[in-house]
């Protein structure tokens, strides 16, 4: 055997041995996977179907989106291992933890683990021009308001939002295409949004018709942020053509989750693709320009993934040993 041939020989042995390697490492791993988002013309069911396409095609693993009824179904269906993966929010987190959720009321969901911060959601209101509706004082009482699905951070939170500040409604659900269809065709009077902007459902709006963009006084602000676990937040005039100066509005953070029992290896190679890939998040939905490891420490409800936790300690983020899923 020549010199060459032992060169060739030893290469491809290598080659070989960390296939093999590699392969043994994937053992364990899912033959596939599925992510919660919620419906369709939502920013959930956007960027989570975007996420699943881009982690399966970095990592050669069949993947997708599934449409749900939004955060707190999502926390469910991971939990029960229906899903692998879900998107959600702080605030039904943080139900779901204390056995306080209203889909499984008692039950502690100790399988649902934090992977990496998603975005804020605003919480936002949208009326036709025609209605003459500019403000929140100015909804008439018994208007008919979309709250987005059953059960979403939306409906779970914004009519208690808008009960606080005074306003008489007839509750409506559905998905925020379909409110936004209902809306244009004046079967609702509002449409009060909790989701990622710019939403696609109003961007779609805006298209067809003339679209007022309903924010908080300073006052209501504050009223609001007193009483809900959300934070204060501006709404770039960039994010629509209805808008001319930055609408004051709250918010209230996402992060995507798995179940707590998915392998160590998987989760880190999904935590390291998503992480070292935020020009292909932002280019499936701008909000993706806040999925940073940065923003981490915006989750002090949920346990990190083991996986998870290892990347960003890997790679000088810190995170609190207790935050950490044993």
Request: hydrophobic letters at 40%; aromatic letters at 8%.
């Amino acid at each position: 055997m020549n010199t060459t041939t032992r060169i060739l020989t030893g290469a491809i042995a290598s080659s070989l041995l960390l296939v093999g390697t590699a392969q043994a490492e994937r053992e364990d791993w899912p033959q596939n996977f599925t992510v919660g988002t919620a419906s369709q013309g939502g920013t959930y069911f956007v960027y989570g179907s975007g996420w699943a396409n881009l982690v399966a095609d970095q990592l050669g693993i069949s993947g997708g989106g599934e449409v749900t009824g939004g955060p707190t179904q999502n926390l469910a269906l991971v939990q029960s291992g229906d899903v692998a993966f879900g998107l959600t929010t702080m605030g039904p987190a943080a139900d779901a933890v204390e056995g306080k959720s209203p889909l499984a009321p008692g039950v502690k969901m100790d399988n649902v683990c934090a992977l990496f911060p998603m975005y804020e959601t605003p919480f936002s209101i949208a009326a036709l021009s025609s209605s003459g509706i500019t403000s929140i004082s100015e909804i008439p009482d018994g208007a008919r308001i979309g709250f987005g699905p059953a059960a979403s951070t939306s409906d779970t939170y914004f009519p208690a939002i808008l009960e606080a500040l005074g306003v008489n409604f007839e509750r409506r659900n559905g998905g925020w295409s379909d409110l936004g269809g209902q809306l244009q065709d004046g079967l609702l009077d509002v449409v009060a949004f909790a989701a990622g902007i710019p939403i696609p459902a109003v961007s779609q709006l805006e298209v067809q018709t003339d679209v007022n963009i309903i924010e908080f006084t300073e006052e209501e602000q504050q009223q609001v942020l007193d009483k809900f676990p959300v934070s204060a937040f501006s709404i770039p005039a960039s994010t629509y053509t209805t808008l001319d100066h930055d609408a004051r509005a709250v918010s209230m953070w996402n992060f995507a989750i798995g179940a707590c029992d998915l392998p160590e290896d998987f989760v880190y190679e999904v935590t390291k693709v998503t992480m070292e890939n935020n020009d292909k998040m932002q280019s499936i939905h701008r909000s993706a320009a806040t999925s940073v490891p940065e923003n981490i420490q915006y989750n002090t409800v949920l346990p990190f993934h083991p996986g998870a936790a290892r990347w960003y300690e890997e790679n000088g983020y810190e995170i609190d040993p207790k935050l950490v899923k044993q």
